[in-house]
């Protein structure tokens, strides 16, 4: 009988690993190892096994020592792992020896396999929460032996019931916190809806704020729930399931009394339209320079802006794609008009390395992807959406109040849109057509004046 066969032995089951009870026993490497025992439970002579991995090495103690299932007990990925805590392993100053190649190689391709077979993020096998869970693993098959993981490990139902446990605990805890500031003082809510891309699957989201005893701003997201599919989006179905994130923390009663903070969409507007409401005033200006850029009849120079635009998307994308981005000395960012900003951002990064790009598209006889990106409009326009990016990185800030900046940015932008003789026609046109849209959209509330007067 050779190792391989009693291993598939021991796989089946018709052999098991035990403990070496022999009285000659001197080596610490048999709390690793053992001896293996027939269906008869007579020992079979000649062999020893890694209690962790179940490999089986010829051994004879009259014949040979312990040194190559020492060897094995150093370096088995189980033993080591049962032998040391996570946080052990990856604490600085530990004793512990340095991982072979082949080992974090096998991590490697584990890891890889998890996030991509259960589409995780890269970043699920690099968090304490799962630190926790392998080490409890790990814990529980020191003490168990060589364990079934898909037996050990709850299914999904029981995960969400422990979730639900754990929600329904921090709620009731947060409870009377909740009751106490809001009984005491003011409080607001900013609530948001939208769509998956992907799935089509719409949500709600309803964060409360409030100053605490410290005076600090806090935020407390009360729900991120998805919505409904059966029902439309409309005032009388929204209202109730505001009220009803309210309720599941005792504080629907204050329904009536907090200030709430939206976008400016009609449904959402409809269904406050019996308490106090604010518009964000930073979605406010997105909003704004959006439908600016929007070519109309009445807009002379619209067409040119939109092109200017379209032609720096597409750079963007040119350039990640042939992967010429790696030879410049920043990246490319594109836009997208859901993401704040991220307009100046594109064109910001194409407008700094102007002169790069130019030379790394001649060299490729594609210049004339930059016909729609004249250097000195690029400049320009940068320069008009760099005042809009101050404004809406000051008020969309979440850890201290903004309210009182308000009427402050909005007036900025006001005079940041005024004509000026060094204005291109383009830039002037732009800017008339902004202010416009500016006094249109804009909600100047009695809140945001009392704000500033007491700030």
């Not at 639900?164 to 009731?172: C, G, H, L, S, V």
């Not at 704020?209 to 409309?234: A, F």
């Not at 960012?333 to 407008?351: A, G, Y």
């Not at 383009?426 to 004046?449: A, G, N, P, V, Y």
């Amino acid at each position: 009988m050779d190792p391989e066969e009693l291993e598939k032995k021991i796989a089946r089951g018709d052999c098991k690993v035990v403990d070496n009870t022999s009285s000659k026993l001197k080596s610490s490497v048999w709390e690793k190892f053992g001896v293996i025992s027939d269906e008869e439970s007579n020992i079979v002579k000649g062999f020893a096994a890694c209690k962790t991995c179940l490999k089986v090495f010829v051994f004879d103690s009259r014949k040979s020592g312990t040194l190559s299932l020492r060897k094995h007990a150093d370096t088995c990925a189980g033993n080591k792992l049962i032998t040391s805590s996570i946080e052990q392993y990856l604490s600085n100053g530990t004793e512990l020896k340095v991982p072979r190649r082949d080992e974090k190689d096998t991590i490697t391709r584990l890891s890889v396999n998890f996030v991509c077979n259960d589409i995780r993020p890269f970043d699920a096998v690099h968090g304490e929460g799962f630190f926790a869970l392998a080490q409890g693993l790990i814990d529980v098959g020191a003490r168990a032996g060589r364990v079934d993981v898909k037996q050990l490990l709850p299914d999904p139902m029981t995960v969400s019931r422990g979730v639900n446990k754990y929600a329904e605990e921090i709620r009731q805890k947060l409870i009377p916190e909740l009751k106490m500031q809001l009984e005491g003082s003011n409080g607001a809510v900013t609530l948001d809806m939208w769509t998956d891309d992907y799935r089509k699957n719409s949500y709600l989201c309803v964060t409360l704020h409030y100053i605490n005893n410290k005076w600090e701003l806090i935020e407390r997201v009360l729900c991120t729930s998805e919505w409904d599919s059966s029902l439309r989006k409309t005032a009388d179905n929204i209202k109730p399931a505001i009220i009803s994130a309210l309720r599941k923390f005792g504080i629907d009663e204050f329904y009536s009394k907090l200030v709430y903070v939206t976008d400016r969409g009609a449904n959402i507007v409809a269904a406050l339209r019996t308490v106090t409401r604010l518009s964000r005033a930073a979605h406010i200006f997105n909003t704004v320079l959006y439908t600016t850029f929007k070519p109309s009849q009445e807009d002379m120079y619209g067409e040119e802006v939109t092109a200017m635009i379209d032609s720096a998307k597409s750079l963007v994308t040119y350039f990640k794609q042939t992967n010429l981005q790696a030879r410049l000395k920043k990246t490319l960012k594109n836009s997208v008009e859901t993401r704040w900003n991220s307009l100046h951002t594109m064109l910001e990064s194409i407008s700094s390395q102007y002169e790069d790009i130019r030379t790394l598209l001649e060299e490729r006889g594609e210049v004339d992807r930059l016909t729609n990106l004249d250097e000195e409009a690029l400049s320009d326009f940068v320069a008009f959406l760099e005042r809009f990016k101050e404004a809406i990185k000051a008020l969309e800030a979440s850890k201290t109040p903004t309210l009182h900046l308000t009427i402050v940015w909005y007036e900025r932008i006001r005079r940041h849109l005024r004509a000026s003789s060094s204005d291109s026609m383009t830039i002037s046109s732009l800017k008339e057509k902004c202010l416009s849209i500016l006094q249109d959209k804009f909600e100047i509330h009695r809140l945001h004046r009392l704000a500033m007067f007491l700030h």
